[in-house]
């Protein structure tokens, strides 16, 4: 079922035709040059990005044979998303933060629920207009309840290794062979002691309605999970595409049922699956399905562009001496392209931007995958994906 | 003086790499279950703020063997990463495996190691590792046990008082700016030597250490390591053989030695450098021949019960067709 759906995606891939006009500003789609030049950014300014070759026989041809997709490893994921609780509320908090760096004005508050309230709507648009069709889903309240009741169990098998409730998803300790040397080799000093569990204090912050079963038995505990994401470019839907391989902290793959604790539960099982990574002759990868992608960029992509806009034609009147753009990047890191000017609300300033839109760039392509990689954060909340902000 | 600690290895073993060992076993090795080279790497250590706590959690000092490792040239030019070379042996019974004679194997390539010290000068075996295997591919469960062999010192490196500090207390953010630039065109990135001449820092190749003093033969050597290490106070396994390295080749000079831990993998914006620098010392060292003898080495990997035993990574969950399929739906 699952295998025949890959193979029928796989040929709609193949025929669809490469996207060849830039549209990233009206619809989010991008080409696949704009896909490297984003790349070639993203690699630039955050060097744990690199781009691969992947396996020979995969290499899509519309791509530079050496940058097929971009991979970082290791991201850090501390702690579960269900232990998250999200509620639509918090969503929306979330993405505030996300976006928006210092003082913030409370018309941009609005502005992120609306995108955020625009993109539940596509979805359900989406679904009534039959594209969800070809995404595996579950059925019912009852699937749901028993993943539900599945992760519940993982979380606290997770921290006492075998636990007999769950005997399909860790390894059977009995099948490890009985063979442990304590002999091999003599104590010694100058080794020290592996913390592979990390022991964080408690966080006092924590509201107790928030604490899922696994923090209220081992308080202590942080399962610091670590995560090998891939972004790829799917041709069909013309946007960005990411995949995640996940460790636990003994360095063990993660199961799929696993890793689907680390996804926001509106993702879950929805548009998360496991997949055949499209560069591997034979990898499985946990992957977020792009087909909501491009529309959600598309959005993001407006408010940003516009603020982005809106402070280039500030740097102009400021500083008609030294070109604007120049400035900007010249102050590197620290000057977010979309870091807003705290004054004037964007409603404002819309107008005049779109009349002088031939003389101010806007947002460039370069940003595309930065700002999809904060989109992705909030689908994978507790992995920390988006660098970006650390910087 | 407090003893160095050194924080071990840890495994990480991509998902991609017992694929290819997978396709290797059943189309190229076959029945043979001869050793075959390998390479890993391992990356500067990695810390993460946690957003709830605001703590600092210092991740895994992991070294990481993926399916490039079994590429021959495989050239891995990521910034601040570092290559290891290793042996995997891949048993065919589950029964051979724990049957191996795991001290010989280990002697074996604590010799190579050693012998790569003494006669070659050369530090790239220096993190060398062994990794033996069984893989049961019906089950899609592979069994494996990690070794990093490191020489033991006899007696223990100690840290003087003052301790692992920051780097920037012992250099200025222009200095280390520069070591991170040049210490990217030296060859061998995994070890290097730090000379400073007033504000001037200059890298180079630990292979070259006689005439990279020259100039200043009674100064202290200064030697940097890319460190995969973040824990404040326990440097990373490579430093371990690099000391051994040089106490073996340079009795007289390493009575002390000034070590740099670098742990920046790019020049942090915020000025707040990982970076560690300490200065460790042998109590009175041995006599000049006493050096070149083997010392014993240890590192076999434990498993995640804190015992020195095998470890199984279960892949059916991402590879059984089966599993596979009932996931989906």
Redesign the interface.
């Known amino acids: 079922m699952q295998a025949l759906q890959s193979h029928i995606f796989a040929v709609r891939e193949y025929l669809s035709p490469v996207l060849k006009e830039s549209k990233f500003k009206e619809h989010g789609r991008i080409t696949p040059e704009e896909f490297v030049a984003a790349g070639d950014f993203l690699t630039y300014k955050f060097p744990v990005w690199t781009w691969e070759k992947g396996d020979a026989s995969k290499t899509r041809e519309y791509l530079p044979s050496d940058k097929q997709y971009l991979v970082t490893r290791g991201v850090p994921c501390l702690r579960r998303a269900t232990s998250l609780a999200y509620t639509d509320a918090d969503e929306d908090a979330e993405r505030l933060l996300s976006f928006a760096e210092g003082p913030t004005a409370s018309g941009e508050a609005d502005e992120w629920v609306e995108t955020h309230a625009g993109r539940k709507a596509t979805q359900d648009s989406a679904g009534n207009a039959g594209t969800i069709d070809d995404i595996p889903d579950l059925d019912g309240e009852k699937d749901g309840d028993a993943v539900t009741r599945g992760l519940a169990g993982l979380s606290v098998s997770g921290n006492q290794s075998a636990s007999a409730e769950v005997p399909e998803v860790t390894p059977d300790l009995d099948d490890i062979p009985d063979m442990e040397e304590e002999d091999l080799e003599d104590g010694d000093e100058a080794t020290a002691a592996i913390t592979a569990k990390p022991v964080a204090l408690v966080p006092a912050t924590l509201k107790p309605g928030v604490v899922n079963q696994a923090d209220a038995l081992n308080p202590n505990l942080l399962q610091v999970r670590t995560y090998d994401v891939m972004i790829s470019y799917d041709k069909y839907y013309q946007t960005p595409r990411v995949w995640l391989i996940g460790f636990d902290e003994n360095g063990t793959p993660l199961t799929p049922t696993q890793i689907f604790q680390d996804i926001s539960a509106d993702h879950a099982n929805k548009t998360v699956t496991i997949e055949p990574f499209i560069h591997s002759a034979s990898l499985q990868a946990a992957s977020v399905h792009p087909c909501k992608h491009a529309s959600v960029m598309k959005k993001v992509i407006e408010r940003m562009n516009n603020s982005v806009v809106e402070e280039q034609l500030a740097h102009r009147k400021l500083s008609s001496s030294t070109s604007g753009k120049d400035s900007k990047e010249k102050e590197g890191k620290k000057k977010w392209p979309f870091s807003r000017k705290s004054s004037g609300t964007g409603k404002d300033v819309v107008p005049q931007a779109g009349g002088e839109d031939e003389e101010v760039e806007g947002m460039r392509v370069d940003f595309y995958l930065v700002v999809f990689l904060k989109f992705i954060a909030s689908i994978v909340p507790t992995i920390e994906v988006d660098s970006t902000t650390s910087f | 003086m407090p003893?160095?600690?050194?924080?071990?290895f840890?495994?990480?073993?991509?998902?991609?790499f017992w694929?290819e060992l997978t396709?290797l076993k059943i189309d190229v090795l076959k029945l043979s279950d001869d050793a075959v080279p390998i390479r890993g790497s391992y990356?500067t250590g990695?810390s993460?703020?946690?957003?709830?706590?605001g703590?600092e959690?210092?991740?895994?000092c992991?070294l990481?063997v993926g399916?490039e490792s079994f590429e021959k040239d495989h050239k891995h030019d990521?910034?601040?990463s570092a290559h290891a070379s290793g042996t995997v042996k891949n048993y065919n019974t589950?029964e051979d495996?724990?049957a191996a004679d795991?001290?010989a194997l280990f002697n074996g390539e604590a010799d190579k190691i050693w012998n790569q010290i003494v006669t070659t000068r050369d530090t790239s075996l220096l993190t060398h590792f062994l990794l033996i295997t069984f893989a049961d591919l019906k089950k899609y469960?592979y069994?494996y046990w990690f070794a990093f062999p490191a020489f033991?010192?006899k007696p223990?490196?100690e840290i003087d008082e003052a301790g692992w500090t920051s780097a920037s207390t012992e250099y200025t953010p222009e200095a280390l700016a520069s070591i991170y630039t040049q210490h990217r065109n030296i060859d061998a990135p995994s070890f290097f030597l730090v000379r400073s001449s007033g504000a001037e820092v200059t890298v180079g190749t630990v292979e070259s250490l006689e005439e990279f003093y020259s100039q200043t033969p009674d100064s202290p050597i200064t030697v940097g390591f890319i460190d995969p290490s973040a824990?404040p106070t326990?440097p990373g396994w490579p430093l371990?053989n690099l000391l051994a390295y040089l106490h073996a080749l340079y009795p007289t000079k390493t009575h002390s030695v000034r070590v740099l831990c670098w742990r920046d993998?790019?020049i942090p914006?915020t000025g707040n450098w990982k970076s560690k620098f300490g200065t460790v010392s042998v109590p009175n060292t041995e006599s000049v021949e006493g050096a070149t003898t083997k010392p014993s080495a240890?590192?076999?990997e434990?498993?995640?019960?804190?015992?020195?035993?095998?470890?199984?990574?279960?892949?059916a969950?991402?590879?059984d067709?089966t599993r596979?399929?009932n996931?989906?739906?």
């Open positions: 003893i160095v600690q050194f924080a071990p840890t495994s990480l073993v991509q998902p991609s694929h396709r990356t990695r993460v703020v946690d957003r709830e706590s703590q959690i210092a991740l895994g992991n990481s399916s990521r910034l601040g589950i495996f724990k795991k001290t469960k069994y033991v010192s223990a490196w824990n326990n371990r993998a790019e914006s240890v590192g076999w434990k498993n995640p019960q804190g015992k020195l035993g095998p470890r199984v990574a279960d892949l969950p991402m590879m067709p596979l399929a996931q989906a739906v």
